[in-house]
């Protein structure tokens, strides 16, 4: 085998699927979901990845990114990744071209494990084979029956033991949706409340206490993401037993250093297709490590899977319902849950997904 393989191309697509319902948690609504694609080839293969974000990082990919990585070695991601970040240096390194970044990361990681016949966790060298996930979803626009479906689902179907619901649109019904989700799971499942940053401090306290008593023991972004002060004095100010999580807004890991050294978390969430790749999710991992931090995948649970494997303190992946359906719909071999779980297929090379180009075609940009 060749010592060194070189990039011969970048594609990005992008691909818009309406969601099954409205949706919203409780800063935000929306209605449908972008998934930018992106392709990868060199030594005769081609690897992918992807993110889920907006359709004008595709001139990016295609332009600047591409430029700097094509001509680089597939089994040195790393020196790729490093070209991108630096290319981007008077962009911004955050948001939209991270979420790049990300994409193009993820497909040169997967490219290299297929150029050496292995699934990706084995390439990248796991700490174990399978990986816990929790059901995520219950919007904050379903009615009670469809909170009470979806919930109950994650716990029957894919033997989930924490499934997580959305909190903080209309905070004066929160107890009682809690109360109906709590009912509906029964002592099968524990529940997790995520309020994506629409609590102020006070506010979330009180809720803390209440969430406490409904058994609760996971409350996901409290206050703004962006206030660590104010998630570290919920934090602290929380009762025994309820852990704050954040991170999903991680486009940097110096962003995750920063939430660490403010003690912000219990336990940090990071997203591999926004922090910048597997690259940069795994020196996220190793930061939590250093930490004694736990570490959590949101969402993207397929893209999460092998590096998951690899990262030590990870407790585990957001099984997030949008993504899901669509890694369902676009994807050959999407990880199915079983018992709370989903594992990498070790015959599969790389991060055994195929994308299903035909039955996208419908959803393209
Ligand atoms: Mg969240």
Redesign the pocket.
């Known amino acids: 085998m060749a010592a060194e393989v070189s990039i011969d191309g970048v594609r990005a697509q992008a691909f818009e699927i309406p969601t099954d319902k409205p949706e919203a948690?409780g800063t935000i609504a929306w209605n449908s979901t972008t998934l930018v694609l992106v392709e990868v080839s060199g030594g005769g293969e081609t690897g992918l990845g992807y993110t889920y974000s907006g359709t004008s990082i595709l001139e990016l990919i295609s332009g600047r990114l591409a430029s700097v990585v094509k001509g680089k070695d597939a089994f040195s991601p790393q020196a790729a990744w490093l070209a991108m970040q630096r290319s981007v240096r008077n962009l911004g390194r955050e948001g939209l071209a991270a979420t790049a970044i990300s994409a193009v990361d993820a497909a040169i990681h997967d490219l290299k494990a297929r150029l050496l016949g292995l699934p990706l966790f084995k390439m990248l060298g796991s700490y174990r084979d399978s990986v816990p996930i929790y059901g995520?979803g219950g919007f904050t626009t379903y009615s009670d029956r469809e909170l009470e479906t979806q919930l109950g689902s994650w716990v029957e179907r894919d033997g989930c033991s924490l499934v997580?619901m959305k909190v903080g649109s209309q905070p004066e019904k929160d107890i009682e949706r809690v109360k109906v989700a709590k009912q509906a799971i029964g002592d099968r499942a524990t529940l997790f409340v995520?309020a994506?940053g629409a609590y102020r401090v006070q506010q979330a306290l009180q809720f803390a206490d209440e969430f406490s008593r409904q058994g609760i023991g996971w409350f996901?972004?409290p206050v703004s993401s962006d206030d660590l002060a104010g998630l570290r004095a919920t934090r602290q100010r929380a009762p025994a037993g309820m852990e704050v999580?954040?991170g999903?807004y991680a486009y940097t890991v110096d962003y995750v250093r920063g939430m660490l050294e403010a003690q912000a978390v219990d336990v940090q969430?990071a997203d591999v297709t926004r922090c910048g790749g597997v690259t940069a999710f795994l020196q996220i991992a190793a930061l939590c490590e250093a930490f004694h931090t736990d570490l959590s995948g949101?969402c993207a649970p397929a893209l999460h899977l092998h590096v998951a494997c690899a990262s030590p303190r990870l407790r585990h992946l957001?099984w997030f319902h949008d993504h899901v359906r669509i890694e369902h719909m676009l994807f050959d071999g999407a990880p199915v849950a079983r018992d709370g779980e989903i594992r990498p297929d070790p015959w599969r090379p790389g991060n055994g997904l195929r994308f299903k180009h035909r039955d996208a075609a419908r959803y393209a940009v």
């Open positions: 948690d995520s997580k995520d994506n996901e972004e999580a954040a999903e969430q949101h957001e």
